[in-house]
């Protein structure tokens, strides 16, 4: 069963994200995969022939997902293909464990191996045959991570968001343009949100439904974000 979790996005200035780690940093447990609350995202991002997913997120479709390979920091041993999927206003992430060398086979579309990896595998595989899936850009971000057991609730505060489209620079961690001055604050739970962590997150702060990809594809693209 894919566990279906609650997700807000909120944008937010240096300031502001300041303000947010001193209120919380008191309240809520660091991440423990963590390096004292931070560590640094990289995600490849695919999408298909007609940019479903980039066209679906533009014009707001209720339905969507998208699929992308992500690992931390410089490890290259906890590699991961997930897709994330959100129906109605509701998260979903598959996940499957990837090699350096596998994902290098995915860059290079010798893709047979996949058939091997369960069902994602094989889904993952039939869309890069069928719908022309392939990889089209690069995000990193330095994450502030934040976790509390009742609720699974998970706090996140994303910044230094750099892209890059060539996609043999996915290894060696080069991002040089930036998408976005501000920073996004993002909060995921399961059934509910403890009273004293919303009250933190009620303060002026306004819903955004901002997606990385998106602006990493419109520096791409070359349009105005």
């Given amino acids: 069963m894919?566990?279906?979790?609650?997700?807000?996005?909120?944008?937010?200035?240096?300031?502001?994200?300041?303000?947010?780690?001193?209120?919380?940093?008191?309240?809520?447990?660091?991440?423990?995969?963590?390096?004292?609350?931070?560590?640094?995202?990289?995600?490849?991002?695919?999408?298909?022939?007609?940019?479903?997913?980039?066209?679906?997120?533009?014009?707001?479709?209720?339905?969507?997902?998208?699929?992308?390979?992500?690992?931390?920091?410089?490890?290259?041993?906890?590699?991961?293909?997930?897709?994330?999927?959100?129906?109605?206003?509701?998260g979903s992430k598959l996940k499957l464990r990837l090699s350096e060398d596998e994902v290098n086979l995915i860059l290079n579309n010798d893709i047979d191996f996949l058939l091997d990896k369960g069902n994602f595998g094989i889904e993952f595989y039939t869309k890069m045959k069928t719908m022309i899936l392939r990889p089209k850009v690069i995000i990193t971000y330095r994450r502030l991570a934040y976790y509390y057991p009742y609720g699974n609730v998970r706090i996140t505060i994303d910044d230094n968001m750099t892209t890059q489209k060539n996609i043999n620079h996915f290894f060696d961690k080069f991002c040089p343009l930036p998408i976005d001055n501000n920073a996004i604050l993002e909060v995921k739970y399961d059934a509910y949100l403890p009273d004293f962590i919303a009250k933190v997150l009620s303060k002026n702060l306004a819903l955004t439904a901002y997606s990385k990809y998106q602006k990493g594809r419109n520096v791409d693209f070359g349009e105005n974000l």
């Fill in 2 to 90: 894919i566990n279906k979790r609650h997700e807000y996005k909120y944008r937010i200035n240096a300031a502001q994200a300041r303000i947010i780690k001193g209120v919380l940093d008191p309240l809520l447990k660091y991440d423990k995969y963590s390096d004292n609350g931070y560590y640094i995202v990289h995600s490849l991002y695919f999408d298909d022939i007609n940019d479903q997913a980039y066209m679906d997120k533009l014009n707001g479709v209720n339905r969507r997902a998208k699929y992308r390979i992500r690992y931390y920091n410089d490890d290259l041993t906890y590699i991961n293909l997930e897709k994330k999927s959100k129906v109605n206003g509701l």
